[in-house]
């Protein structure tokens, strides 16, 4: 310390600038780092959006507000979402624009409203967009999207043009097919197609899925390089392979986080978007999910960067995730460049810096211990992290920066009670230097800019089940949604449709609409199903209008209590009432239809109406047909609780109308 004086000049600097620690060098002279790409969300894969547009204003807004306006909250650079396959890609299913070949609507879903409601926030917001699965007419009947590639690249395509022309959506990137094989066939059509387009401007992310092959493809193939802009790999852990940075391209994780966003979660996405870069040379990180808009029940409960779960109530959670993402989001923008001088810390953790260029530095800091960032991959060494002093000495154009903002997250795992990117005092540098005392699981960050805010709302209403009394005649248009409230597609889509021609109560109705099965993403049901309410419902009474448009083979049901859905929807359990258009009725306790209580004849036809009620009592239930009983049983081999269920005994179109529910 001799020959440098060292001033404190107030209590607060005390706390902070501690005896010189290790140095750490903060400076340009080596020339730059890589290209810093932004921080981003990702709404789908699958439905994870799915209840966020039922929220009633202002709840709607402000979720929204959190999530992507400039210094207010996470402040997202990237908005990446799923092009809807129709079929079930992890909580649900998302539409297609295109279900059959001759068909094009690009105002299905809800991808399209949450993409302008983010560019409306924020018109530099980066959009891109990625398949988890295809109409089962883009595969020709076969699970596999490239026999025929042209027709899968002029699909998505499609969706890219649609963006443009319906909503001004400039989609900057566009992927392969999420978490599957890549055909390097179709990567370069992909490519010719999208330039004879007239979308030179879109680049092509490779391939959502691990950093091999696809780094040995760009290798070995000039034209495959040259069509592809960016390595996208999903939960690399922090790191990435030789063979990947040779390829020279942009690296991603272009799929990471997945982790239940209590205090854990906000450790696990601090650690990796400082360690992606530090340790894998990753300049992009992008969440999934965005924000958990699905019930918690569903696969992978609350894996969003904030939680919006309950539309019926208004309220939702601000998640850690969220102003973890605000120490970088808010402070570095796209375009910006890495330093050199990032690295590890000492005595554990990590620190990034970036500049604009322009004189503008960022520095972020984290100090997350092992236990506490565990993400859904962990760290792979456990890092013994302790408390320390670190000092960071600004050189090359940052010599005489005089001073720093500094904002500070600190978690507290014991009494659950963290301070969340709180702005402290300036800090002075002193000879360009200045020394911070870090405790264990520690967020900071040191910028020149001055424009960061934490933003705030009132506190949203209070968490409420979903209510108990419920109805929706499929009548009041929730205008820019083609999908009523809260039904939760997990096989097939079930959409509003409105039959002119009909002269009585069913011009408007729910209708589902695949036909096909649909190239999958993972083991869609043979039967469709849509979900809806409080999982924990055990006693009630669901009826709904149902009508059946296969002649024979068609097939409807009413369920409650079914057990599961996601990945896991084949497999789901319930109480289940169908009626088939042969005329005949069956009782299961099983979507699949194989586990049999009861069945008879119910004198039900195609095209024309029927009332079904189920009444689900204990391990009693009994059904009724326009409101007579048709059936008893009193030894149900069911689930104890579950959502209610509508859907069709195959990929057919069914209608379903005047749905309502009463559970004790
Ligand atoms: C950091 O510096 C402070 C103030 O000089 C000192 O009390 C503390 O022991 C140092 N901490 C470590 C871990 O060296
Ligand atoms: C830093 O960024 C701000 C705002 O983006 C800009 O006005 C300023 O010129 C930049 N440079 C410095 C040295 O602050
Ligand atoms: C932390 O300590 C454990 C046990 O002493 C050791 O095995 C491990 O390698 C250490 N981790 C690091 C990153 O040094
Ligand atoms: C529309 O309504 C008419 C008149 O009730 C009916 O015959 C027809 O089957 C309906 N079409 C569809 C697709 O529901
Ligand atoms: C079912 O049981 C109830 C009450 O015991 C009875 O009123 C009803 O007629 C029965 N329905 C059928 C279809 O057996």
Known sequence: ??????????????????????????????????VFDGIGGLSGGGATSRLLVNYAEPYRSQILDYLFKPNFGASLHILKVEIGGDAQTTDGTEASHMHYE??????????????????????????????????????NGKNWP??????????????????????????????????????????????????????????????????????????????????????????????????????????????????????????????????????????????????ASY????????????????????NYVV????????????FAQPGWTYLQTVGHLEKGGSYVALTDGNGNLTVVIETMTHEHSACIRPPLLPYNLTAQNATFQLKGSFASVPELQVWRSRFNFKTKKPSLFQKLPPLKLVDGSLTLSLAEDEVYTLTTITSGRRGSYPEPPPSARFPKLYKDDFDLRNP????????????????????????????????????????????????????????????????????????????????????????LVRRAKGVFFWVFSNGDFKVTSDLAGQTVLT???????????????????????????????????????????GWTALGTRSFELAQFDNFAVAAE
């Open 1 to 34: 310390m001799a020959g440098r004086p060292w001033v404190l000049v107030s209590a607060l600097l005390l706390l902070l600038s501690g005896s010189r620690g290790h140095i750490y060098p903060l400076s340009d002279e080596p020339g730059p780092g890589r």
């Open 102 to 139: 001759n068909d094009q609507n690009y105002f299905r879903g809800y991808e399209w409203w949450l993409m302008k409601e983010a560019k409306k926030r924020n018109p530099d917001i980066i959009l891109m967009g990625l398949p988890w699965a295809f109409p089962g007419w883009v595969g």
């Open 146 to 291: 490239y026999d025929f590639p042209d027709i899968t690249a002029a699909y998505v395509v499609n969706w890219i043009l649609g963006a443009k022309t319906y909503h001004d959506l400039d989609i900057r990137f566009v992927g392969i097919w999420n978490e599957r094989q890549y055909d390097v066939k179709y990567i370069k059509l992909l490519r010719y197609t999208l330039d004879k387009s007239g979308l030179k401007r879109v680049g092509i992310v490779a391939s959502d899925n691990l950093w091999e092959p696809i780094s040995l493809s760009l290798l070995r193939d000039a034209e495959l390089s040259a069509a592809v802009d960016v390595i996208g790999a999903h939960y690399p852990g922090t790191t990435t392979v030789p063979q990947a940075l040779k390829t020279g391209k942009k690296l991603w994780a272009s799929e990471d986080y997945s982790t239940f966003n209590q205090e854990e979660g906000g450790g696990c996405w601090a650690r990796i978007l400082n360690q992606n870069y530090v340790n894998g040379h990753m300049t992009s990180t992008i969440s999934w999910n965005l924000v």
């Open 295 to 314: 019930y918690e029940d569903l696969p992978f409960g609350r894996c969003g960067l904030m939680t919006a779960q309950e539309p019926w109530s208004g």
């Open 319 to 330: 998640s850690s995730p969220i102003w973890i993402s605000a120490h970088t989001t808010q």
């Open 480 to 567: 820019p949604f083609s999908e009523p409230p809260n039904l939760a597609d997990q096989t097939g889509v079930f959409e509003y449709f409105l039959n002119l021609s009909d002269p009585g109560p069913h011009v408007r109705t729910l209708r589902q609409v695949v036909t096909q099965r649909p190239v999958t993403w993972v083991a869609d049901a043979d039967q469709t199903i849509t979900v809806i309410g409080d999982h924990q419902w055990k006693d009630l009474t669901v009826s709904c209008d149902v009508f059946m448009e296969a002649a024979q083979t068609g097939g409807v049901f009413v369920a409650a209590r079914v057990d599961q859905g996601g990945g």
């Open 599 to 641: 069945e008879g004849q119910s004198g039900t036809g195609a095209f024309s109406w029927v009332t079904l009620t189920l009444v689900v009592k204990g391990q009693t239930a009994s059904g009724f047909l326009d409101g007579k009983p048709l059936w008893n049983h009193t030894a149900l081999l069911a689930p104890p609780s």
